[in-house]
């Protein structure tokens, strides 16, 4: 029954970690009591855990129990570094590729007949928005001709075809809203490449709009924050999620989110960016690659997506010099997240 019970705590603490990586808002606090993104840790300071770890262990110590605690150490790692920021204000790097570019479509690719050449279908972004249209192409050497058959995800019926324009080592085409349906969408290429043929399928979201981000209204600081104020048309009421990326310039700085329940018609969410994420030297501050989601509210419903009229908007005339610069104290239930993952690692008080 010991081992049993370890081995169910292996496996959760492996799906903990997955989760982790998968999902970059939810995180310990998320999963246990609330949302934060862990910072990941340093390689060698997990390593140095991991080896301190065996070290102290005895011969006769099971090894599901270090496993365990081994997992769970190198999570609360990661998680305490987090705590250093707001879990509405976690730090953004160039290499942050998934917020960076949330919407990124990654093309499909196949080898060509057993060689080392290349044919990739892709989309130009992942999750579309009614009445946005599709643009499609394909890229490989030796095409001759090539068409598309729009469908649903789990459906065989073919909803929409068109051919392909070719041109040089590129096929491509344009959707227009009148030719998706509305929800998993299944976009097959079916291409002649010397005289063979080789199929291709993507899958995209089609949806109908929640909400329209229209400006930001205004910005202030209240303490150690910097508010920035977005003004919202609301179509579907709901619990709404909306995310941006601070930049100073070119330099990406942090991911804010913002969350509230809205009512439909004009609204105002708020977005918070900590001064910690915020250096002293910033002059051009800037928010960009805005995500707006309507949040699942019952089993089985989906989330939905809004639109933004904005792809970016200047903070103007924001005095950072009035922040107050106390570092971030990690709240009543960030620290509970953090004890119990260290109880979870076997940590010694």
Same mark, same amino acid.
């Given at each position: 029954?010991?081992?049993?019970?370890?081995?169910?705590?292996?496996?959760?603490?492996?799906?903990l970690i997955i989760w982790f990586s998968m999902t970059p808002?939810?995180?310990?606090?998320?999963?246990?009591?609330?949302?934060?993104?862990?910072?990941?840790?340093?390689?060698?300071?997990?390593?140095?855990?991991?080896?301190?770890?065996?070290?102290?262990?005895?011969?006769?110590?099971?090894?599901?129990?270090?496993?365990?605690?081994?997992?769970?150490?190198?999570?609360?790692?990661?998680?305490?570094?987090?705590?250093?920021?707001?879990?509405?204000?976690?730090?953004?790097?160039?290499?942050?590729?998934?917020?960076?570019?949330?919407?990124?479509?990654?093309?499909?690719?196949?080898?060509?007949?057993?060689?080392?050449?290349?044919?990739?279908?892709?989309?130009?972004?992942?999750?579309?928005?009614?009445?946005?249209?599709?643009?499609?192409?394909?890229?490989?050497?030796?095409?001759?001709?090539?068409?598309?058959?729009?469908?649903?995800?789990?459906?065989?019926?073919?909803?929409?075809?068109?051919?392909?324009?070719?041109?040089?080592?590129?096929?491509?085409?344009?959707?227009?809203?009148?030719? $998706? &349906?509305?929800?998993?969408?299944?976009? /097959?290429?079916?291409?002649?490449?010397? +005289? *063979?043929?080789?199929? @291709?399928? !993507? =899958?995209?979201?089609?949806?109908?709009?929640?909400?329209?981000?229209?400006h930001v209204s205004n910005t202030g600081i209240e303490k150690?924050?910097?508010?920035?104020?977005?003004?919202?048309?609301?179509?579907?009421?709901?619990?709404?999620?909306?995310?941006?990326?601070?930049?100073?310039?070119? $330099? &990406?700085?942090?991911?804010?989110?913002? /969350?509230?329940?809205?009512?439909?018609? +004009? *609204?105002?969410?708020? @977005?918070? !960016? =900590?001064?910690?994420?915020?250096?002293?030297?910033?002059?051009?501050?800037?928010?960009?690659?805005?995500?707006?989601?309507?949040?699942?509210?019952?089993?089985?419903?989906?989330?939905?997506?809004?639109?933004?009229?904005?792809?970016?908007?200047?903070?103007?005339?924001?005095?950072?010099?009035?922040?107050?610069?106390?570092?971030?104290?990690?709240?009543?239930?960030?620290?509970?997240?953090?004890?119990?993952?260290?109880?979870?690692?076997?940590?010694?008080?």
């Amino acid at each position: 029954m010991r081992i049993l019970a370890l081995s169910m705590m292996i496996s959760a603490l492996i799906a903990l970690i997955i989760w982790f990586s998968m999902t970059p808002d939810v995180s310990a606090e998320s999963i246990v009591l609330g949302e934060t993104k862990p910072v990941a840790s340093n390689p060698k300071v997990t390593n140095e855990v991991s080896e301190s770890k065996v070290a102290e262990s005895t011969p006769n110590e099971p090894i599901e129990k270090m496993q365990v605690e081994t997992a769970a150490q190198n999570i609360a790692i990661g998680y305490r570094k987090s705590l250093k920021f707001a879990p509405y204000s976690q730090p953004l790097t160039v290499n942050d590729e998934d917020r960076l570019s949330p919407n990124k479509f990654i093309p499909i690719s196949t080898p060509l007949f057993g060689e080392d050449q290349l044919i990739s279908l892709s989309l130009n972004k992942f999750r579309f928005i009614k009445p946005e249209s599709v643009e499609v192409w394909l890229e490989g050497e030796g095409i001759q001709n090539a068409r598309i058959q729009v469908g649903l995800v789990g459906e065989k019926k073919t909803i929409h075809s068109v051919e392909m324009q070719v041109i040089g080592g590129r096929a491509q085409t344009k959707l227009a809203a009148e030719q $998706l &349906p509305v929800g998993d969408i299944s976009i /097959k290429a079916i291409a002649d490449i010397s +005289g *063979e043929e080789v199929i @291709l399928v !993507a =899958h995209a979201k089609y949806m109908q709009p929640s909400a329209r981000l229209l400006h930001v209204s205004n910005t202030g600081i209240e303490k150690s924050d910097l508010v920035i104020s977005l003004q919202m048309d609301v179509q579907k009421a709901g619990i709404y999620r909306v995310r941006a990326n601070l930049y100073d310039g070119e $330099l &990406p700085l942090a991911h804010l989110v913002g /969350k509230r329940k809205l009512g439909e018609g +004009g *609204e105002i969410i708020t @977005l918070r !960016a =900590h001064q910690s994420v915020i250096p002293k030297s910033a002059k051009a501050l800037e928010l960009k690659t805005f995500v707006i989601e309507r949040m699942s509210s019952v089993p089985g419903e989906g989330t939905r997506y809004g639109t933004s009229d904005i792809t970016e908007a200047a903070l103007l005339d924001v005095e950072i010099s009035k922040l107050d610069r106390t570092p971030y104290t990690p709240s009543e239930t960030e620290r509970a997240s953090l004890a119990f993952l260290e109880r979870l690692a076997g940590a010694k008080n």
